[in-house]
């Protein structure tokens, strides 16, 4: 075991503050990471400040990893110190059941590891995430990065980006098709920028006029204020799919109406009760609404690959660690174009 610094939280009322957290010694499977950048996600804030009451406390969140290779363990051939790696949201599951055995490690029977607030088998108590030096991983949660991409902007990708990946490729996003983007923040545009270099038809739907020039600039082809009532019946049943990616309690009705017979709504934002739903507006139209969480780790991985051929990331904006919680606080205003990530050397520091 090491001791490394990290950020994180005693309780769900304090501040995260810099701590001491031990690291397991590299197994024959492991990769020992030197942490460059972390990003920060939303589930970050609700794990800190318990809002799911499943905390774990010390908690150190963060699974939006990006660094280099300190160390591997005997039996790992394919990653070599030096190698520039990423682990996003999960750092282990059974690897035996059949959703492990399909790729879908997100989906294990038995629970995925999460890379931060759960049982840590190796080391006994729970595991802690990236807001800290080091971190020590089962190589085959470990990603490669395309070096051609700005890897502080990279971290994202590792949640908002196979969030939103993952549902396109599962329902078959393809050129030609007219695509709703519901939802411009962390997730929604990291969603623009996948249908799009998908060859899709780009609409992104929100009810803040405001953001239609961003919304332009990121790649949509057009935007649609969900408020205006003419613009969402001149839009009715002609969505070939929608991603929603609105992360609060909603009403999901009016939505429904712009999908075409057989079309589908995938949920990605909301952990949380929805306002209720009109049973009519699935039966009509024959319409769906689905969800899908991250994706398994041989999806993330062509994720990446998808990123650097089209030189996609994450709009991000780079923090020193001791302004974490105001990042924080930024972000439950929505006060960030999109992701906050945090330059790890400045916990070195």
Known sequence: MNTVKAYGTQHKDDNLAEMQITRRDVEPNDVKIKITYCGICHSDIHTARNDWDNT????????????????VGNEVSDINIGDLVGVGCMVDSCK?????????????????????NSPDVHSGGHTFGGYSEEIT???????????????????????????????LKH??????????????????HMG???????????????????????????????????K???EMEQ?????????????????????????????????????????????????IGRKRIAGSLIGGIKETQEMLDFCGEHNIVSDIELIDINNINEAYERITKADVKYRFVIDMESLRN
């Open 96 to 116: 035996e059941c059949s959703a492990c055995q399909n790729h879908l490690e997100q989906f294990c029977e038995k629970g995925m590891t999460l890379t931060y």
């Open 192 to 226: 623009i920028k996948f249908a799009r270099a998908m060859g899709a038809h780009v609409v992104m739907i929100t009810t803040s006029p405001g953001k239609a020039k961003d919304a332009q600039l990121l790649g949509a082809h057009e935007v649609l204020i969900s």
């Open 137 to 167: 991983v089962d190589r085959h949660f470990v990603l490669r990065v395309p070096k051609n991409l700005d890897q502080k902007a990279v971290a994202p990708l590792l949640c908002a980006g196979i969030t939103t990946y993952s549902p």
């Open 228 to 230: 205006n009532t003419t």
């Open 56 to 71: 774990l406390y010390p908690s150190v969140p963060g699974h939006e990893i990006i660094g280099t290779v300190l160390q």
């Open 235 to 283: 839009h009715k049943g002609s969505f070939d799919f929608l991603l929603n990616t609105v992360p609060v309690k909603h009403d999901v009705n009016p939505y429904m109406s712009l999908l075409k017979i057989d079309a589908t709504m995938v949920m990605v934002g909301a952990l949380e009760p929805l306002e209720p739903m009109h049973g009519a507006n699935l039966i």
């Open 171 to 188: 329902w078959n996003i393809k050129k030609g098709d007219k695509i709703g983007v519901i939802g411009l923040g962390g997730l929604g």
